[in-house]
């Protein structure tokens, strides 16, 4: 398995020490969150980097890999009380929590998927975890494809667990460095997505985060992700028109998904 990848004029390299996979050369982290802020990052544009095609468009599945991922939470007792997402959306996530949590709140950094979240959760930040009260504090945070955009992780982890009550679930999503797609698609693995994603975790480096940062009874959540079929044969070069493109197909090993509770 190679070292680093290429992508001239950025690297992703791996760590010798930690293991850690992380992007070298960064953008300035201000920048990078300056468009995050920008409506245009969840609607495409030929800005800065990819960001969503059309995450509005990417509705349906993502609701139905939501669901499907709550109710994973749900049989590993990690639901019930109030929830925080960080990196909320447009709240499909929050939407469909609406059964396992008394309250639900969100954050994220684009004005405009705040105003749509408002519609769906008790309550929305406009920011990153540093927007949510310290005081208000809750059972179980959510950060799903978040921590791979974080250039300082430790301090994001220890952002997160003051706002948690002890005891209280973080659950992580984050592409998969260790998945076999990763091994077989090499440097066409659609998870380098530069330079926006700064750091790649496996198994082993996610767990560590956890451990290193208050957080015990580290384990895995299953989270196969649904995509519309017409996004997976545009990636292969076909494209298709008819009804049968708006069908959802189930990938597995496309995120990593942990949780851990506060000490």
Known sequence: MPKCYDFSPYRVEQCADCQLWYLSIRLNEEAMLSYYSDDAYFEGSDGLNEGYSDYALQERPLRATFKRFLKQMHQRGMTGGSLLEVGCGFGYLLSEARPYFDRRVGTDFSSGAVNRT???????????????????????IVAVEVIEHVYDPNRFMAQLAARLKPGGWLVMATPDMGSWWRRVLGSHWPSFKLPEHVTYYDQYTLAELFNRNGFDSVRSVPSPH?????VVLEKMGIHLSSKVGEANIWIPSVVLSMAARLK
């Open 226 to 230: 649904a995509f519309p079929l017409t």
């Open 118 to 140: 408002k519609a769906v959760a008790d309550d929305v930040y406009l920011g990153g975890v540093d927007a949510v009260p310290d005081a208000e504090k809750f059972d179980c």
